[in-house]
């Protein structure tokens, strides 16, 4: 009976993780494809119209993507709203309301969706018939259910947000793995997460080598929260997903025109991709180039490695477009004319270090430097010694050892390490017969 309770209550808390559970953000998981929403695009030429929303989305086959901030989608409420992702949202693209309701039909025991919005009078439901997300049909077919990933901190194990190093490429030489991201939600660092903080860069300066360096500067390390939009560098302990877990945190997406800029960092959400399909064939469907997407330059430097294995900023050829949802170094206006490398981490020292000066000698007696010994250096020593408490025990007294100042050294005129009135007394004996 009891082997029963456990395995009813964990189908009970698999359920729970995969329904929609109020405002929050989530992952949308169509039941007939057993593929995921991530948001590529945008697409503005279609107003009041359900087609204008489609060819935006690109359909991700199980598993869950977790490193694709695409996927996390926040959906504020069910009824006469827009989906949020990537900094747009399904009302803005189309001009048209978006409800969302709960089936009657279960399957894999847990809670299936239909969305849909009005379209002249007719419903358009969501719906992914293995080539890609289309309006219109019903909420009767399996192409148009939908489960309703939580990505919250309940659902951690189940269905979570990540960064994931690339093919350990991008390792210091500490062995950190580094990589970057610019997402539209703020993004809380867990405490067990394997990403030790996000960084940004501020400043690149030149080595004695002649080499250009960029310093990354933190700005959010473990418990602490990365604004929205605000492109940054992760430094990583592991290369696994599933060690380097974020947490989509706040009440709503951030809808901030792009591209975004934080301080020498810039980053934007979209780049190109092959439309919608979710069909294994890539030649079904045309190349598409969001309004957002950044071109390469001579200016946009992207995170990578030198032959020699050194971690840096370099450039892309000029046919291709930044990476979606990444940061790169823009070194435009910073005249830096020619320049195509910015190296990643401290430059080196322009001056060698040196070992400092040994103490030098130090006259007995004389406390105030000025190489005589005067009625001046016996009043600094009794002020001095005015100025410490009395102690009974040699051992609690003033040590030479644990004074670093020549002054102090000078006062000990019978080197026995002690600062005290036998000192005086010399120092006395000494300025007086020096008098006479």
Known sequence: MRKITVIVCLLVAVIAMAQYSGPGYYRVHNVGSDSYISIKGTHFELERNPSAFWPCVKMMPAPAPVTDPGSIIYIPDTVQVGLYAQGVDTYTLTGLFLDVKQLSVKDNDMPTYAAYTVYQGIPAYFRDLGTGMTPGGNARSIEAHWWIEPVSETSMDTSYFAVQPELGEMVDSCQWYWTTMCCDFPILIPENSGVEGAYTVQEITMGCDSLYYAEPVKICGKGEIVPAATPVLFKCA?????????????????????????????????????????????????????????????????????????????????????????????????????????????????????????????????????????????????????????????????????????????????????????????????????TE
Do not use: C
């Open 238 to 434: 592991s290369l696994n997903a599933e060690d380097n877990k974020l947490l989509p945190v706040g009440d709503l997406a951030n809808h901030r025109a792009m591209p975004i800029v934080n301080d020498l960092l810039m980053g934007n959400y979209f780049s190109n991709f092959i439309n919608h399909s979710s069909m294994s064939d890539p030649d079904v469907w045309d190349e598409y180039i969001p309004a957002q997407a950044t071109k390469a330059s001579a200016n946009n430097l992207a995170l990578g490695m030198d032959a020699d294995g050194k971690l840096g900023f370099f450039p892309l050829p000029d046919s291709v477009y930044m990476a979606a949802n990444s940061a790169w170094l823009s070194i435009a206006g910073l005249e830096l004319d020619g320049v195509t490398t910015i190296y990643l981490g401290k430059a080196p020292v322009a001056e060698p270090i040196v070992d400092p000066d040994p103490d030098p000698e130090v006259m007995l007696g004389d406390l105030d430097g000025d190489q005589r010994l005067t009625i001046a250096d016996v009043t600094l020593l009794i002020s001095y010694l005015i100025s410490v408490p009395d102690v009974e025990e040699p051992e609690d007294n003033v040590m030479i050892k644990t004074v670093d100042t020549n002054m102090l050294a000078a006062a000990d005129l019978n080197e026995d390490g002690l600062v005290n009135v036998t000192d005086l007394a010399v120092l006395i004996s000494v300025v007086l017969s020096m």
